[in-house]
């Protein structure tokens, strides 16, 4: 097939709804959805704010099937204030895992997906979505004890703020090459330190240091994807199919600290990082 | 933010609900479902202040149209009035039997 005929057959993950992803990674008809746009979850305090709701608060909680096997998939929508977590979105993501978790209490199995794409915690309601962050935190520690948490993030908001550590925390983490994954983002960096440290209209720039392609070589993600729906599928299915490792990247303390002691903060770009981290991805 | 709220006559019920869209920037969401009334009864919640005569021209033309007895939710992020339109037939789309893409619960 030429260039053209490649991109004409792919199907874009990254221009789908939260809606839409959690549909397109479950076998097909298996799709349901829990707590949905009727159950008119929303959020109770942006409306105080004068922000207008959505009747999910953001999030898609999708049961279904998964390579034949149950799953449960929590989609963060992009288009819907960032796709920042708020009371309601947070905890309908955090109560998914949970209840995947006594799944396994009861003896049955289920596959957990989470699919971010997230600025972290949604300013307007600030400490509620903190601690529910954590919340989410825990489940994924929890739940990853029984069967690996896949995350995928697809872009082009990202994953961000406390929404990156749970990132870090998922057994596996497929990206594209437009999504990224950082603790605070360039615009933040670059508001609090100024344009001197960085620049967050240097899109080439930011991309070369926290996008997909450079967090998979250095190891902090695992599997880089195109932009393309089979694609995101496949690779979810493979890290299902791997099973759950000897030891998660986050446990793994003394091998981070190593790695990051081999770091010169004076001299390092995406490039030297490459250099320094690629070949020991676990 | 602004809440507006409108009556519609109605000559038929409302199959099923449906629900199409995101409150994204210049988007928004339609939750359309049977009204249980004689009438279609459209609640707005839109984050711009002030277009409520916009909002009327709006959905006077699409009731000329439209007569199913259906509640239609919008909850508005600053869409044009053809986004607001293509969203809203997009959702009588959904409701219409025989449709996959509707809400069958």
């Known amino acids: ?282 | 933010m602004e809440n507006i709220r409108y009556e519609y006559p109605a000559a038929r019920p409302v199959a099923r609900r449906a629900h199409v869209g995101v409150v994204g920037s210049g988007d928004l969401e339609v939750l359309l479902s049977p009204s249980g009334t004689q009438h279609a009864e459209v609640v707005i919640r839109t984050s711009v202040d002030g277009y409520g005569h916009v909002w009327k021209s709006v959905l006077d033309r699409f009731f000329s149209r439209y007569d199913g007895a259906a509640k239609i939710e919008l909850n508005d992020f600053g869409a044009t009035p053809g986004v607001v339109m293509l969203r809203l037939a997009e959702a009588v789309e959904a409701s219409e039997p025989g449709n996959a893409q509707g809400d069958r619960r």
């Open chain 1, 1 to 282: 097939m030429s260039a053209h005929d490649v991109f004409i057959a792919r199907h874009s993950f990254i221009e789908l709804t939260a809606r839409e992803r959690a549909r397109a990674l479950l076998d097909p008809g298996t799709f349901r959805e829990l707590l949905g746009p009727f159950d008119r979850l929303e959020s109770p305090w942006l409306a105080m704010q004068n922000v207008v709701c959505q009747s999910d608060d953001g999030v898609v909680i999708a049961r279904g099937a998964l390579g034949g096997e149950p799953a449960v998939i929590a989609a963060i929508e992009p288009a819907f204030q960032g796709g920042s977590i708020g009371e309601v979105s947070g905890t309908k993501i955090a109560a998914a895992l949970e209840l995947a978790a006594r799944e396994f209490d009861a003896g049955r199995t289920i596959r957990p997906v989470i699919l971010f794409e997230t600025g972290g915690v949604r300013l307007q309601e600030a400490n509620l979505g903190l601690a529910v962050i954590a919340e989410i935190h825990a489940a994924i520690v929890a739940l990853r004890r029984h069967v690996p948490v896949v995350g995928v993030i697809g872009g082009m908001v990202g994953c961000f703020g406390g929404m990156s550590l749970a990132a870090a925390l998922c057994t596996e983490l497929v990206m594209t090459r437009q999504a990224r994954l950082g603790m605070n983002g360039p615009e933040v960096i670059e508001e609090e330190a100024g344009i001197g440290e960085l620049d967050s209209g240097d899109r080439r720039l930011i991309w070369s240091m926290i996008g997909g392609e450079e967090r998979v070589a250095v190891g902090l993600a695992d599997t880089l994807v195109e932009d393309d729906t089979g694609e995101v599928r496949d690779a979810v299915l493979a890290a299902f199919g791997r099973g759950v490792p000897a030891s998660h990247r986050s446990e793994q303390v003394e091998r981070q600290l190593e790695r990051l002691a081999r770091v010169n903060p004076d001299a390092i770009d995406p490039e030297s990082l490459r250099a320094l981290w690629q070949g020991d991805a676990r």
